[in-house]
């Protein structure tokens, strides 16, 4: 949501990619020279770093022109677009979700049209609705005129691939599982079991199709034919969803339910490209500046003086406790009732 209420505040964090890895260049430069003055002895090595010390000093102001220059042309050279990364590894639920439309919206009011927006993803797929809100908001960065890039390193199937395909560019790591644009449901039916205790089911519907399969009720071949006509109905929007944002796919060939890896989904067109997360950036990151968001949901006061975690470990030792009392505690009531049985039939 938009907004939280103040008991769930959420808390946005933002990584300059960019910096992120010049630092880390700097320190494997930084080790590396290290390791190559380790015959020096201690007191050279000061004295050579004290030295250039002084001498860096000195040529600052005179390379803090030359230096303002060069990032200034360097700047002039690059692309005035940003490119903004979001992550979303989703569960059955899409629960991700929460957190993804907060990043979006921050992006869709901050960000200019022409930026991209790139969507680190990975999902199994899950429930419908879950997902098609999920898909929901990848549509909404596009209608705010950003580009979509999402790249799957691993997985985007089912729902995870109504995502993806909203995008105007996959890629997909050479083995990541991609398609699986079908419908599945399966449920038990205790029905037999109850009716062998003789236990009754009854269930009240207005409307005819209010409940067509059950769990505990006898499902007939109405109720199967109904609720398999509701399948493929939802399959057929499925598809239609697909076939909007992707209009190259031959969903004759695609949507029946199977998956591919990455090498296989490139030639049937469900990605565009076989590339890595962490190649794409480097290569953007060359030219575009690039931002990393995460949001995360901000602990309470109890979580982070470990409060929170203490209670569930206390829970769980008693609980643990009780599983191993029980049997002593079950023998000596049936102990105790068989007493109390023996005291009556004396009396």
């Not at 949001?295 to 309470?300: A, C, E, G, N």
Request: aromatic share 6%; glycine share 6%; proline share 2%.
């Amino acid at each position: 949501m938009l907004f939280h209420p103040p008991k769930n505040p959420v808390e946005l964090r933002v990584i300059h990619l960019n910096k992120n890895q010049q630092q880390r260049r700097d320190d494997l430069k930084e080790a590396m020279e290290n390791d190559d003055e380790d015959n020096a002895s201690l007191k050279q090595q000061l004295a050579k770093k004290l030295k250039q010390v002084l001498k860096d000093k000195a040529k600052h102001k005179k390379d803090a022109k030359v230096s303002a220059k060069e990032n200034k042309d360097k700047k002039d050279k690059k692309d005035d677009k940003r490119i903004f990364v979001l992550d979303f590894d989703g569960d059955i639920k899409a629960s991700g979700v929460k957190h993804l439309r907060e990043e979006i919206s921050t992006l869709i009011s901050s960000a200019n049209k022409g930026d991209e927006v790139v969507v680190r993803l990975e999902s199994g797929g899950g429930m419908v609705h879950s997902y098609g809100l999920a898909a929901a908001q990848l549509v909404r960065l596009k209608e705010a005129g950003l580009t979509l890039t999402v790249c799957v390193d691993k997985i985007a199937a089912s729902g995870g691939y109504m995502m993806a395909c909203v995008a105007d560019n996959i890629l997909a790591a050479p083995f990541a599982v991609i398609g699986s644009i079908g419908v599945v449901s399966q449920l038990p039916n205790f029905h037999k079991w109850l009716k062998k205790h003789d236990i009754d089911y009854e269930m009240f519907t207005a409307g005819e199709y209010k409940r067509t399969v059950t769990v505990f009720g006898e499902n007939d071949d109405d109720d199967r034919a109904k609720y398999k006509e509701e399948l493929e109905q939802t399959h057929k929007l499925f598809k239609h969803f697909v076939n909007t944002y992707r209009p190259q796919l031959e969903l004759d060939k695609v949507a029946n339910g199977d998956h591919w890896y990455g090498e296989d989904a490139l030639h049937l067109n469900l990605v565009d490209e076989l590339k890595t997360s962490d190649s794409y950036l480097l290569e953007q990151m060359e030219e575009h500046e690039v931002y990393a968001l995460h949001s995360r949901q901000k602990p309470t006061l109890a979580e982070k003086l470990g409060f929170a975690g203490a209670a569930e470990v206390g829970v769980q030792l008693l609980l643990n406790k009780a599983a191993d009392t029980l049997p002593e505690v079950l023998a000596k009531v049936a102990n105790d009732s068989c007493l109390n049985i023996l005291k009556s039939r004396d009396m």
